[in-house]
């Protein structure tokens, strides 16, 4: 798929006659302009979309091949160690601007520091969709029953995930051989849900089986909103990856391929945002404390900067390559990153400050959650200032509007 297809999906592509009228009653045929049963039109335009979004995963991927295979081209080019793969001032803890980095490191650390960065991005990402992977199917399970198309495109979605976990992993392992040594892991800590890994996948299953019990269709919109709002915040940096002049190609290509499929999943998790509430015959269960945990866990509160800080310890305390200097300047370098992540974590990064917000500000407004619900859900993220940013332009009328 090209670019501008990809970036069609992004905007969210809407091929279909039928497009739901938020107001209470009948949505209409927006030819005709017949009335229509808003479940009907919200089943349309979902019917259409999920047919035009899986044929453009299996054209892709017959054109370009698997991420796995990119990344096995990758590492039978010598030249990936000396390339840089992302800009510098991706890092929001601003180790580069502090005097251990720029004096003491030598050429090959801080290189070596760039590759980290990349591994700890993909690293989150994949953890990330390993819980896609199996909520994926919860959230979508009553829509077997009615439009079993949805089920087949997270089906194939979940194809696309795991590809992208077997190529980030090995890069991720490659970055372990050559500068960490040993058997030491360098992966992150799960963005969402628990902190331990361990733990997630036991209770991943269960989560799924426990939201479309006690949250009916709440479950399956809250949880696209989540994913697409996460999706829309690390969608700017890929673009900015895969333009960067001074990376590697194919690691450049690794971020290309995946935009796109991130591209199409973007515009999956708006359309079940939005329409899971009239499409689907569970009704939504708006309990205010249980939609609090659970935006808690998808979105855990200190879980941004503190992912991030216990990688970039492990990585100082454990990898080779990092050996020889002294634990003093170490620790002065790590104090630097502790002090300057939360306030660059206040605000959005640069290359998000227009995609990241527009889109957003768009599934979270659109969404099928109540209005009681949705002002909760912003006002849980607000409570978080690495996650207040992310909502900040998000306008919801106030109680007793229209």
Not at 41 to 47: F, G, K, P, T, V
Not at 150 to 159: A, G, T
Not at 299 to 320: E, H, I, M
């Amino acid at each position: 798929m090209s670019q501008a297809a990809g970036d069609v999906f992004g905007q969210r592509f809407v091929t279909v006659g039928w497009r739901l009228d938020r107001s209470p009653g009948m949505a209409q045929d927006r030819v005709s302009g017949v009335p229509v049963n808003a479940t009907e039109s919200a089943l349309a335009e979902l019917r259409a979309y999920c047919d035009v979004a899986v044929r453009h995963s299996y054209d892709q991927y017959e054109k370009h091949g698997t991420l796995h295979e990119k990344a096995h081209i990758a590492f039978h080019d010598d030249a990936v160690w000396k390339q840089t793969w992302v800009p510098d001032e991706f890092d929001v803890t601003d180790a580069r601007l502090h005097p251990v980095f720029q004096e003491t490191f030598t050429d090959r650390q801080r290189l070596a520091w760039n590759h980290f960065m990349w591994a700890l991005d993909y690293s989150s990402i994949a953890q990330g969709e390993r819980q896609i992977i199996v909520l994926n199917n919860f959230a979508v399970q009553h829509y077997g029953r009615v439009l079993p198309s949805v089920v087949e495109l997270e089906r194939r979605e979940s194809f696309e995930e795991t590809d992208h976990i077997s190529a980030f992993a090995m890069v991720i392992e490659g970055v372990r051989q050559r500068y960490v040594g040993g058997t030491k892991p360098i992966w992150s800590v799960a963005a969402s849900g628990f902190g331990s890994n361990s733990v997630n996948t036991v209770v991943r299953q269960a989560i799924g089986r426990l939201g479309n019990f006690v949250m009916g269709s709440n479950f399956p919109t809250l949880f696209f909103l989540a994913r697409g709002m996460k999706t829309h915040g690390m969608k700017p940096f890929e673009n900015a990856i895969t333009r960067f002049e001074g990376g590697h190609k194919a690691i450049r290509m690794i971020s290309h391929l995946h935009r796109l499929d991130e591209s199409r999943h973007m515009a999956t998790s708006l359309y079940l945002a939005q329409l899971s509430a009239a499409a689907l015959d569970t009704m939504p269960k708006d309990n205010a404390f249980i939609f609090k945990q659970a935006v808690k866990a998808a979105f855990p509160p200190g879980r941004s900067s503190l992912y991030r800080l216990d990688y970039w310890k492990r990585v100082l305390d454990t990898a080779d390559v990092y050996a020889d200097v002294p634990q003093v300047e170490k620790d002065a370098l790590f104090a630097h990153m502790s002090e300057r992540i939360e306030a660059n974590l206040a605000s959005l990064h640069t290359v998000q400050t227009h995609v990241t917000r527009q889109a957003n500000k768009r599934i979270v407004e659109e969404c099928g959650l109540s209005p009681d619900m949705k002002r909760l859900f912003v006002e849980v993220m607000r409570q978080d200032p690495a996650y207040a940013a992310t909502v900040d332009a998000v306008v919801l009328p106030e109680v007793g509007e229209a």
